[in-house]
């Protein structure tokens, strides 16, 4: 991915600050993160001094302004979902990788976040993992859907 | 097309729509793999090289029957399978095409037949659907589904008889108040930003739903997104508003990826875009995602994020129906209260009534879900008669009402009736309509050091006392829990509550104290054992 690639996405809007949250949104989408030179970009393109583009993005938890591993593991940390045993979930798949909340695998496969919730109360317990959704869990359900993510470092391109 | 072309093609389409599958993929469901059972049942349909269509509904709302199947034999006669998995697939087929399923017919033990006449009681019994009617049931890409069961009669009638001011003063007279949490009347705030004179005026539609336990607007948006553009419609008509931003959540893909397909189908036959049904009314609709935070709900703090300006609040006044975004008339309004719209005005002269509320049920209870009551319904019943009460062995001790804005309410207090505003002074709120239950396996001090930790985390950090005052609930908390501070622990909570929620901007820092305010009043005898621990 170069500065190139990202000129193509935001061609696909109006040079307007309203489009801010929309561009960083389509950015992150195709990097998986927003590295700062992507936010240097955006600035340029918006009209948008770089260091408001940093501090709108900083306002928004869903925006990665550090890089994941490849496959975010998500363990929601909702009320309902403690309720019904995520402390367990969080527990086994934090074992399994041998990393705690926050933390990539030496791989650089797996990132484990707590999501504050996933909204999907009546599945708890529940967590994400690359995007896919799985709700009532047990911690054997939990470890075994990570286990089925190939490890191993990612492709050198 | 106008509106007789739209329900006369729609008529004919549903004469001759069966037999169809339906099969109820939400957020929700998608977690316990409706998506697989979706792809295993077309597979097979196709398989047998047969045309009936196995399509996508919403969940509607018993999350805990999920995967759900519907099947659509013949007007009248619809069967709802339940606990579907993917081993289920030849089943639902040989059920569905022996042609032998009648109105006796059986599914893994219980009645197949819906509306089933057991479900009199129970989670649907106390229910009032009228948001809810039809989600789960219709297919949310058909235009014709939607406008078969009714849809755009109300849009069509209000275009052709009403007058701006007509429709305003209808709802006023009909007494809509919001359901995003505050219940102000929405005519009002219509008629505020008409009476400003100023234009361009801007409506927003409140997708954002950033509350945890809160799931209703995503169960809508997936489950019936032309009532939404058929609400905000009859809304932006009546503000006279120049643009419509319909901000979904950031997350909640489902639900936009349905909103968007359904605004593309009404741009495409004349219900967005301009002289809708024919009518001089131009609809302007732009689709936003939002970005995440509990914060971003609260509607400045949305606004700021539509100009490119960062997730916080603004401070209030001005009130955004005076100058909201870049400094306009601004109407904000939730999903669940533009969906009331078009029933509402249905039948012109209807007394005023308080209407339903969709409850997110969550927590210990057997079964879970979104549900529509009659306000005035009392928690209790939500939680024993409609939720079914907690798990085999435990029992309730209390409820968080509102979330991590709201409160707790112990076992006692359950009969409390829900209505706009305050459910206890304490704290608990109806707010967003949160209910989420707790039983014997877990202490209340815990419950309220949960909120406490996501208030703490999601400040925006705007407000001083907030930002700060936030944490050190979270720091006290812990520490009376592990037994460290004594009583004073307690009498410095009661404080920082007070600090918290006079000296914060919004509603997040006004509201934060609410669960830990709430807990040492209904529950002083967990936190009295956890100090007495220290002295």
Redesign the interface.
């Known amino acids: 991915m170069d500065r190139d690639q990202i000129k193509d996405i935001l061609g696909g809007f109006p040079r307007h600050r309203t489009h801010l949250l929309p561009v960083l949104r389509a950015v992150q989408e195709e990097l998986h993160w927003l590295p700062t030179w992507a936010m240097e970009e955006i600035g340029a393109y918006l009209q948008v001094p770089k260091s408001e583009v940093h501090g709108v993005a900083s306002s928004f938890p869903e925006l990665r302004l550090k890089e994941p591993g490849r496959f975010v593991l998500r363990v929601c940390a909702g009320l309902a979902c403690y309720l019904q045993g995520s402390a367990e979930i969080l527990e086994a798949v934090g074992g399994d990788l041998g990393i705690g909340v926050g933390e990539t695998t030496d791989d650089g496969t797996i990132t484990l976040e707590e999501a504050p919730c996933l909204f999907v109360c009546a599945m708890a317990p529940a967590m994400e993992l690359g995007g896919g959704p799985f709700g009532r869990l047990t911690p054997e359900d939990a470890v075994t859907r990570l286990q089925a993510i190939p490890r191993f470092p990612p492709p050198q391109s | 097309m106008n509106y007789s072309e739209l329900k006369s093609k729609a008529d004919r389409e549903a004469r001759v729509r069966f037999p169809r599958a339906l099969v109820q993929l939400g ?6 793999g409706a998506g697989a059972v979706l792809q295993l049942l077309q597979a097979a349909v196709a398989k047998k090289g047969l045309m009936s269509p196995v399509l996508v509904a919403g969940c509607d709302g018993a ?2 029957d ?1 995967p759900v199947v519907i099947i659509e034999m013949a007007e009248g006669l619809t069967f709802r399978l339940t606990h579907v998995g993917p081993a289920d697939v030849n089943e639902i087929l040989s059920f569905w095409l022996a042609g032998r399923a009648d109105s006796s017919s059986t599914w893994k033990g219980r009645p197949a037949a819906w509306p089933s006449a057991g479900e009199g009681s129970g989670f649907w019994g106390r229910q009032e659907r009228r948001v809810m009617r039809d989600i789960g049931y219709i297919d949310p890409h058909s235009l014709d589904d939607y406008v078969a069961r009714g849809g755009y009669a109300t849009l069509d009638n209000v275009l052709r008889s009403m007058t701006l001011d007509q429709v305003v003063d209808e709802v006023i007279r009909l007494e809509l108040r919001g359901r995003g949490g505050a219940y102000f009347p929405a005519g009002i705030k219509w008629r505020g930003a008409r009476a400003t004179g100023r234009s361009p005026r801007y409506l927003i539609v409140n997708a954002e ?1 950033g ?5 209703k607007d ?1 169960h809508i948006m997936e489950g019936n997104p032309f009532m939404l553009l058929e609400g905000l419609a009859i809304a932006a008509y009546a503000i006279g508003a120049d643009k419509t931003y319909l901000y979904v ?4 893909n489902e639900a936009a990826g349905r909103v968007e397909d359904a605004l593309d189908v009404a741009r495409e036959l004349g219900l967005a875009g301009d002289n809708v049904l024919g009518a001089d009314f131009n609809l302007n609709i732009e689709v ?7 914060v ?1 709900g609260e509607e400045s703090a949305l606004m700021n ?8 609040p603004r401070t209030k006044p001005p009130f955004p129906v005076e100058s909201g975004l870049w400094g306009q008339p601004t109407v904000i309004n939730n999903v669940e209260t533009l969906c009331n719209l078009p029933t509402l005005l249905a039948n012109p002269g209807a007394d005023p009534s308080p209407g339903t509320k969709l409850i ?5 209870v057997q079964r ?3 549900v529509e009551v009659p306000m005035g319904t009392t928690v209790r019943e939500i939680v024993y008669g409609v939720g079914g009460g907690p798990p085999d062995g435990y029992d309730v001790i209390g409820v ?1 009402a509102g ?1 991590p804005s709201g409160g707790l309410l112990n076992e006692s207090m359950l009969d409390v009736a829900i209505g706009p505003g305050m459910l206890d002074p304490e704290g608990a709120v109806l707010g967003s309509g949160g209910i ?4 014997t ?2 202490s209340p001090v815990e ?1 309220v050091r ?2 406490a930790r ?1 208030n703490a ?2 400040s ?1 950090s705007k407000c001083t006392p907030c930002r700060e005052g936030t944490k050190r609930m979270l720091d006290l908390l812990g520490a009376v829990q592990r037994g460290e501070e004594g009583r004073s622990g307690l009498e410095k909570l009661a404080y920082l509550n007070d600090v918290v929620g006079f000296g914060s901007l919004c509603g997040l820092g006004q509201m934060a104290p609410g669960p830990v305010r709430s807990g040492l009043a209904h529950f002083r005898e967990a936190f009295e054992e956890a100090v007495a621990n220290a002295e």
């Not at chain 2, 509350?211 to 799931?215: A, F, H, K, L």
């Open positions: 957020g929700c469901t998608r977690t316990v999350c805990h999920a739903e509350e945890p336990g809160i799931y995503r959540n950031g997350e909640a936003r995602r939002g970005g995440g935070g509990y971003l994020s539509i100009e490119g300006q960062r997730n916080v997110s049920l969550s927590g210990r879970p879900g979104l968080v979330g989420t239950v707790f039983d396996s877990v419950v949960r909120l996501y985390a999601e925006c």
